[in-house]
């Protein structure tokens, strides 16, 4: 570990050579190399605690939850209760306000199928912008075309920034939701959301907030936020696969009607009509992913114990590093140079394709992402087809650093 690892900043009181052990996943290595994961904004790697609750569960407990008076069925309802209340209490809000969900992409699809599609009408505005994941674009456009509204789309400044005079010039009467990205995936611009919500809530728009790429970063107050939904990953933030929530004030989840039918979201079913639950049940049809989510308020436990502000701290500390190195290589250029940026690096080195760059350092043990990201507007923006994307975590090191940034010379001479 460098002496930059146990450095002198916020971060320092935690010992992340510590933290770094607790991720089994970190000691493999890859082609005979040592792994140098850069790919967490694809997914995050899982601590031992977290794989230890799944493990614990399937063991122990398994069980279905709400069904089942017996014993283990009451261990599993309540284990799975207590991930809601810590997801909660994590984000700032009330967990009987939080539908549990797969993630992300169903969360915003939930948002669209069951507030909007009911509500928007020919003539009305969705408002969207250029840097969002496809997640936040396709289910607003499959709604548009059901309902006749139209997208409109907020774009950049040369940060890779939202360009906050043209989006709110944007919000004219007929826009009836604004959905947003809180942090980009591929440029890392963290939005002032609280901001944007505010000026869309004084227009009474309404507004959903994509916190996929937030909530692994950033300590979170959803509910100072002021948004109307919030969306949330758990495989993003230590979780595992298949977890994520949605945030919905109180008064949305009462109207909106149930996106996906079946058990556990009833509380009575006949043939002539059924009486759902109550939210956030109303939205949480069939056997959820019970393990999932007990492994989900493991990593909220966790992410707790450095804290958000410490693990926030180091990853900028990281971050800082990586494009002071990376700015060392010629011919490489960043996208994106927001003023206020997560730890996500995308990037591209003159004549060489982001595949083969991505190809060669997997060669050399270093796992980064490369392609349109799942943003494609955001491509045909910068004129590219693809890029690199570096995207560190609190478990990455400076040492991983500047193995990556040696390798990255390597494998751009034999590409040259
Ligand atoms: N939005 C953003 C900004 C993302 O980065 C991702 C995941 N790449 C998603 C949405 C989709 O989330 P999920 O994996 O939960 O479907």
Redesign the pocket.
């Known amino acids: 570990m460098s002496r930059m690892d146990a450095s002198s900043t916020a971060a320092s009181t935690i010992d992340w050579a510590r933290v770094r052990a607790d991720f089994p996943l970190l000691t493999r290595q890859v082609h005979g190399k040592p792994l140098i994961y850069f790919d967490s904004?694809?997914t995050g790697q899982k601590p031992e605690s977290v794989i230890e609750a799944v493990d614990d569960f399937y063991r122990r407990h398994n069980a279905n939850v709400s069904r089942a008076v017996h014993a283990l069925g009451t261990e599993a309802t309540d284990a799975y209760e207590a991930a809601r209340t810590k997801l909660g209490k994590f984000l700032n809000v009330r967990s009987d306000e939080l539908v549990l969900c797969s993630?992300?992409?169903f969360a915003l699809n939930l948002v669209a199928y069951s507030w909007a599609l009911p509500r928007l009408q020919p003539g009305d505005a969705i408002v969207l912008t250029r840097m969002e994941?496809h997640?936040?674009i396709v289910p607003w456009q499959l709604v548009a075309q059901r309902t006749g509204a139209t997208i409109k789309v907020a774009e950049l400044n040369e940060r890779g920034e939202l360009d906050l005079d043209q989006l709110y010039s944007l919000l004219t009467p007929e826009v009836k939701v604004l959905s947003l990205?809180h942090v980009s995936?591929v440029l890392g611009t963290v939005n002032p959301v609280r901001e944007i919500c505010r000026e869309a809530r004084r227009r009474g728009i309404v507004t959903a907030v994509?916190g996929?790429?937030a909530a692994p970063h950033r300590a979170l107050d959803v509910a100072a936020i002021g948004c109307d939904f919030y969306a949330i990953?758990g495989?993003?933030m230590c979780g595992p696969t298949g977890t994520?929530a949605l945030w919905a004030r109180r008064e949305h989840l009462a109207a909106m009607p149930p996106f996906i039918g079946g058990g556990e979201m009833i509380k009575e079913v006949r043939f002539e009509g059924t009486v759902f639950n109550d939210p956030p049940h109303k939205f949480e049809a069939g056997t959820p992913n019970i393990a999932g989510f007990i492994g989900l308020g493991a990593a909220v436990d966790y992410l707790s114990s450095p804290g958000m502000a410490n693990i926030e701290a180091r990853e900028q500390e990281l971050l800082a590093h990586a494009t002071e190195e990376l700015s060392k290589v010629p011919g490489l250029r960043i996208f994106g140079q927001a003023r206020d940026r997560a730890a996500v690096i995308s990037f591209l080195v003159e004549g060489a394709h982001a595949h083969d760059l991505a190809t060669l350092l997997d060669l050399e043990g270093v796992a980064i992402r490369s392609g349109h990201h799942?943003a494609h507007p955001l491509m045909q923006h910068f004129g590219v087809p693809a890029t690199c994307r570096a995207s560190l975590a609190f478990y990455n090191t400076h040492d991983e650093v500047d193995a990556f940034v040696a390798a990255l010379g390597k494998v751009r001479k034999l590409l040259g």
């Open positions: 904004a694809n993630g992300t992409t994941h997640a936040n990205t995936n994509d996929s790429q990953t495989h993003k994520g799942c």
